[in-house]
Every structure is written in C-alpha cells, then in structure tokens.
C-alpha cells in the first residue's frame, strides 16, 4: 500500500475514533441531562459524520468499485453495492435523527425519547464503524494502492 492510501486510512481511523469521543460525550451528557453539552456534541458529530461519508465516498467506494469492475469481481462489487445501501440506510437514519433534535430545547423537550434513539443511533454507527475497520479497509488495503 503506497503511503497516500495508508495515510488516508488512518485518517479514516482516526474520524473513526472522533467519532465515537463525540457519541461517548453525548451518552455523559444525557446522563446528566445537560442539554447544552447534548447539543453542542451532536452539532459536532454531525458535521464529523457528514465530512466522514463524503471522503469515504468521494475516494474509497470509487477506488473500490473501479477495482472490482477491473479485476472482474463480481463479488467484490456486489458486496460494495451492499455496504454502500447499507451506509445509506444508517447515514439516513442518523441524519433524521439530528434533524429531529436541532437544538437544546428540542432536546429538552424530549429527553427520555432522545436518548432512546440516541442509543439506537449510536449502537448502529458502532457497529458499522467496526465493520468498516474489519471488512471494507481490509478490502482497501489489500486491493486499491
């Protein structure tokens, strides 16, 4: 793997990790029903998570898929198609989830059901972040550099 590429994993990683600070901060924030901190941390992990997917598809999912369809893959492809509805599916859920809670009072308002689906959200981002770590940058490593 040329250094481009293993920088831009890691950096990928590393979103990764910023990500999942910014959902553990929410959780303590919920836990001490601190509406400000709610709101400030989920503006912030909005905007990571948003950045996060365009560099995700602008550069792995093309690298990936131009790959599969070059090498004849028809797996490959497939299982990027499958992923990539899949990211769709959760990014869409996590972005209605964001627009549901805009600001603190709207949080306020509804506490108890935030949390609920913040911990709905939060669990599908998790496992999808470890997926990725072990499926999809494995495949980047091994194919695209």
């Not at 792995?60 to 299982?79: C, I, R, T, V």
Request: aromatic share 8%.
């Amino acid at each position: 793997m040329n250094e481009l590429n293993r920088n831009y994993l890691a950096a990928l990683k590393g979103e990764h990790r910023a990500i999942e600070r910014l959902m553990g901060e929410v959780k303590f924030f919920i836990h001490n029903k601190d509406t400000f901190g709610i709101a400030r941390c989920m503006h912030s992990l909005k905007i990571s998570l948003v950045e996060h997917l365009k560099k995700e598809n602008d550069k792995m999912y093309a690298e990936l898929s131009d790959k599969a369809k070059e090498k004849n893959m028809e797996q490959m492809d497939a299982s990027l198609r499958l992923f990539s509805d899949m990211m769709k599916g959760i990014a869409d859920k996590a972005l209605n989830f964001f627009n549901s809670y805009p600001d603190k009072e709207a949080v306020a308002k509804l506490l108890p059901k935030f949390e609920e689906d913040f911990n709905e959200v939060n669990e599908s981002l998790l496992r999808r972040i470890k997926h990725e770590e072990q499926v999809l940058y494995a495949l980047y490593e091994r194919h695209c550099c």
